[in-house]
């Protein structure tokens, strides 16, 4: 029997380590519960974390060069290639979703640098407004890289401050250049999408209809403002569970409005388009309509077709998130008007790089205009040393699809069984292949192939326990590592409704009844062996089992 250890030190990533390292080794149900309330002191020990949540090494040093550099050293500073992060930071931070945290605008101030090349806007700030500035370098995804961030700090000696008269009209941005990697990334990700397809007729993108961004949430964001201005005024619609982060953006960034439908089912898809009926008669409607194949982190899979037909009937444009159920295993692309994919996941699969892609359907009503708008508007920002990465990192990416398939539907299957069975904590599964929205998954399964001969429900899945202690247990026990990220090369875990759902006592009762619940651990399969990850299973289950043994006793 193997019971895996984490083999880092606390607030380190798993080897191999690099500076480009997004997951981190952060036990301790009771300290991530403490971050969530607010407490940021254990964030100041931590060495790897995905880096939309805080700047971190060479992005770090950047930053303090450019706070020194324009005489506010010592000031907090975030760094962008895109100066629309002025405007979104000062409305940010002034926003009522903030509560506690929010601060003037004029508590800001704003600075461009030209280094290396590239022009860079400061957003800087006193460090005691940090808390106030956390999500808005994490949530539009756009700040820069770590590798970018290392490539520009080799050149600060060539750093110069750019004058400007007003902040409402920044100078001129610079962007990045692209390198042959991201033609040869836009032709895999076209490549990915026509293999196994169920019918290639209905695969009709080629590379123009690929954009490339630095995340997964910039291509959330930049695609959220540019259908505001293809469809202004009307409101953006969130169907189920999505990423934390896409949520938090419309949320607050949704000036025509913001609906939140929190299930897939057919209730759920009925409601709204009752909702749709009531808006049109009304002369108002949805701007976009986003949904996850399957959902994060709940897996529950949408009925594509009916919500496809609801777009053509309505005119909203349709966007799916396939990062979950991923290129090697679905085929979504005729089923929406954009698909949107996270690159930094299973695609990357090595946890040492960040990016994103939306890919147009041409089939698409919608086609002539997005493509259009996209192309004229669409500015890189993903720096050329990234796109080589996420490009090599995805060499074998049908090969590492197949071992997180299998090694997902063997713990979720693992764990699932053990339901009923005297004294066992666990009491759901969630996870593609064991829900009852099983059918709209399997009906887009993308067909056999020698590369990838049996198309899995990908990775991810989410235990539930019987209660907070048994859960607690389990976490506090288990040998895989805790933090965020999924899809990665080691076997991730995280109380991730507990620590993004839990501080908000309303809004964590009113998802409890759509499977959003504390007592819950979201895992991601890695690329360990699977009878070694079922023992470690086995192991924290015991402890849990332990302490609901004393609990009945009690």
């Not at 409005?257 to 008669?281: C, M, N, R, T, Y």
């Not at 295993?329 to 790089?353: E, H, I, P, R, Y």
């Not at 708008?373 to 720096?383: A, G, Y």
């Not at 819950?520 to 079922?534: N, T």
Request: proline share 7%; net charge negative.
């Amino acid at each position: 029997m193997v019971v895996l250890k984490t083999q880092s030190e606390w607030g380190h990533a798993p080897p191999p380590q690099t500076p480009y390292s997004i997951i981190s080794n952060l036990p301790g149900w009771d300290m991530l519960k403490g971050v969530r309330d607010g407490d940021m002191s254990p964030l100041a020990r931590v060495v790897h974390i995905y880096p939309r949540l805080s700047p971190t090494h060479f992005a770090r040093t950047l930053a303090g060069g450019v706070a020194q550099a324009v005489g506010h050293e010592g000031k907090g500073c975030m760094i962008y290639l895109d100066p629309i992060m002025w405007k979104y930071t000062a409305g940010h931070v002034s926003h009522a979703l903030r509560k506690d945290a929010l601060i003037s605008p004029d508590k800001l101030t704003f600075k461009v640098v030209d280094v290396g090349g590239h022009r860079l806007y400061a957003v800087l700030f006193e460090p005691q407004y940090t808390k106030s500035l956390m999500l808005s370098w994490g949530t539009p995804g756009i700040g820069i890289s770590i590798r970018g961030a290392e490539q520009l700090v080799e050149k600060m000696d060539t750093m110069v401050e750019v004058p400007f008269e007003n902040q409402d009209s920044p100078p001129a941005p610079t962007w990045t250049p692209e390198g042959p990697a991201h033609e040869a990334l836009k032709e895999r990700i076209v490549g990915f999408l026509r293999h196994g397809a169920i019918d290639l007729d209905k695969v009709k993108c080629q590379t123009k209809d690929v954009f490339l961004y630095p995340t997964g949430m910039a291509a959330v964001f930049c695609a959220k403002n540019l259908l505001q201005e293809y469809r202004p005024g009307l409101v953006n619609v969130e169907l189920g569970i999505v990423f934390h982060n896409t949520h938090e953006l419309l949320h607050e960034e949704s000036p025509g409005g913001w609906k939140h439908v929190p299930k897939v089912d057919k209730e759920a898809i009925d409601g709204l388009e009752e909702w749709l009926e009531k808006q049109k008669s009304e002369g108002g409607g949805a701007t976009f309509v986003i949904v996850e194949f399957p959902g994060n982190p709940t897996l529950d899979t949408p009925d594509l077709p009916r919500l496809m037909k609801l777009s053509e009937k309505y005119g909203f444009v349709f966007i799916v998130d396939d990062t979950l159920g991923s290129f090697s295993n679905v085929d979504v692309l005729a089923q929406c008007d954009m698909l949107l994919t996270s690159l930094t996941k299973s695609f990357s699969g090595k946890s040492d790089v960040l990016g994103g892609s939306i890919v147009l359907n041409p089939l698409s009503p919608h086609y002539a205009q997005l493509s259009k708008r996209f192309t004229e508007s669409h500015r890189n920002q993903l720096f050329a040393v990234d796109a080589g990465v996420l490009l090599s990192n995805s060499d074998d990416y049908y090969e590492r699809s197949v071992r997180l398939n299998a090694n997902g539907k063997a713990i979720a299957d693992f764990l699932h069984k053990s339901i009923g069975q005297p004294d066992s904590p666990v009491v759901n599964v969630q996870y593609p292949s064991l829900l009852p929205s099983k059918p709209n998954y399997d009906a887009f399964m993308r067909r056999s192939t020698p590369e990838v001969p049996s198309p899995g429900y990908g990775c991810l899945l989410t235990v539930e326990f019987d209660s907070v202690e048994t859960t607690k247990a389990f976490y506090e026990r288990c040998g895989f590592y805790p933090s965020p990220h999924l899809g990665g090369h080691v076997t991730i875990m995280l109380a991730y409704n507990m620590f993004m759902f839990g501080k908000d006592k309303d809004e964590a009762a009113a998802l409890r009844p759509c499977g959003i619940k504390e007592e819950s651990i979201r895992i991601s399969a890695g690329l360990e062996d699977a009878k070694d990850l079922l023992d470690t299973l086995q192991d924290a289950l015991d402890a849990a089992i332990e302490v609901k043994k004393a609990r009945k006793e009690n």
